[in-house]
């Protein structure tokens, strides 16, 4: 198969997401992938110019060294609201280029403008367009005048969409209720190389590198660090229980990476608060390895976090870690009660809630139960059903479109 991907995000620096473990799976059996993303960091981590003009990355792997994904970087003018009207001309235009010169047998939509322009492009033909929904986009748009317009372009794309699929179940209510019809609607949950993450992994080699000794009671973060990850208030909570010596290690970089160094230095909380940065994927299970509980105190009254399922639950589980999450819908509808994770309130109670693990000697018994959970999840069985999915969507258009023209 010619698979085309379409993001709003940065597919050479954001982490790995469900779309780069699917793309270099499907790379790896042989399909041609394609994407089309976004310079989203422009702002922040680009060049200084006024625009910049389409690049084109070949053989891009970011898990598995012989995967081959092309990226196609459409230029933008980058200047605040008129790089996403940019977006718009130079994303259609790329379309229609791809579909003329690549001739994808399917197209696979992860963003909101180039979804709906996907998706718009393609009615009429015999190419199958797939909406695949991992987050409420449009909850992420920075400026909150622009989300209502956003919410309604999705609703659009997913009412043209041949297939929507959804990492979750909440995501699937949420699909649905937005416009999305019901029999179209599939989910495809996030998956697990249980090769690479698994409890045998040895973390050793990463305590020693940041001073933590064999005492010493670990929790552990990672991903963007959103202001709504709720870091700040473990960080705050940390420094006013000093008496049971845990240390918070993270990794990862966005936009509250600042104000938790600044927080650390204001509490005294050089030895117990270890921000790493970004890390390569490939380090990421010796990091996990040497954690004793994993966190993910996000704001449970933020809008974004009603509906997701973010992968690091499945890779933190894995590794046999339990977790401590705020009582999410997504994360409760997903895990349920009794596998692993432990939910609490609000982010302040990270800290105590890890306080009680420790003290009942629990935290094995729990992640033996997270591993147990997820391990039916390989990135193997996933790809298997996303592949049947993709196929069976190009049969049916292809079926569809010779009988209209009957």
């Not at 990463?206 to 933590?212: K, N, P, S, T």
């Not at 339990?322 to 509808?333: A, D, F, H, M, Q």
């Not at 349920?336 to 935290?363: F, H, M, R, T």
Request: overall charge positive; proline content about 4%.
């Amino acid at each position: 198969m010619k698979i085309l991907i379409t993001q709003e995000t940065d597919w050479l620096k954001r982490n790995p997401a469900q779309q780069h473990h699917l793309a270099e799976m499907l790379s790896l059996r042989g399909h041609e992938v394609r994407a089309i993303d976004y310079e989203l960091l422009w702002k922040t981590q680009g060049k200084r110019e006024l625009y910049s003009r389409r690049q084109v990355f070949g053989n891009v792997s970011k898990i598995h060294d012989r995967a081959k994904v092309s990226v196609i970087r459409p230029g933008i003018i980058k200047l605040p609201y008129l790089d996403y009207i940019s977006l718009v001309i130079s994303h259609r235009k790329e379309i229609f280029q791809q579909i003329k010169e690549f001739k994808p047998d399917v197209i696979v939509g992860f963003g909101i403008l180039n979804s709906y322009l996907s998706a718009r492009a393609t009615k009429g033909s015999n190419i199958p367009f797939i909406y695949y929904w991992i987050d409420v986009l449009h909850k992420l748009v920075p400026s909150a005048l622009f989300r209502p317009i956003g919410r309604g372009i999705e609703s659009i794309a997913l009412k043209w969409s041949d297939r929507v699929l959804v990492i979750n179940d909440k995501l699937r209510d949420y699909v649905i209720k937005l416009g999305a019809p019901q029999e179209r609607v599939q989910v495809l949950r996030a998956g697990i190389n249980t090769k690479q993450f698994n409890s045998t992994c040895n973390g050793d080699p990463v305590r020693q590198q940041y001073g933590l000794g064999k005492g010493d009671t670990v929790l552990f973060f990672m991903g963007w660090l959103y202001r709504f990850s709720g870091l700040k208030e473990v960080i705050i909570q940390l420094a006013k229980d000093k008496k049971h010596g845990l240390k918070l290690l993270i990794i990862g970089e966005g936009d509250s990476y600042e104000e938790l160094c600044k927080l650390r230095e204001e509490y005294h909380l050089q030895n117990q608060v270890i921000l790493t940065g970004k890390k390569a994927y490939q380090e990421i299970p010796g990091f996990i390895a040497a954690a004793d509980i994993c966190l993910l105190p996000a704001y449970p009254w933020e809008p974004i976090m009603q509906d997701i399922v973010p992968i690091k639950m499945y890779e933190y589980m894995a590794m046999g870690k339990p977790v401590i999450s705020t009582r999410l819908p997504g994360i409760v509808k997903e895990f349920g009660e009794g596998n692993g994770v432990v939910y609490i309130n609000k982010p302040e109670d990270a800290i105590a809630e890890a306080v009680g693990l420790i003290q009942s000697g629990s935290c094995q018994m729990l992640g033996a139960k997270a591993r147990s959970h997820v391990e039916r999840y390989s990135w193997d069985s996933i790809t298997d059903e996303f592949e049947r999915i993709l196929e069976q969507a190009i049969k049916d258009k292809q079926k569809n479109s010779t009988s209209g023209r009957m």
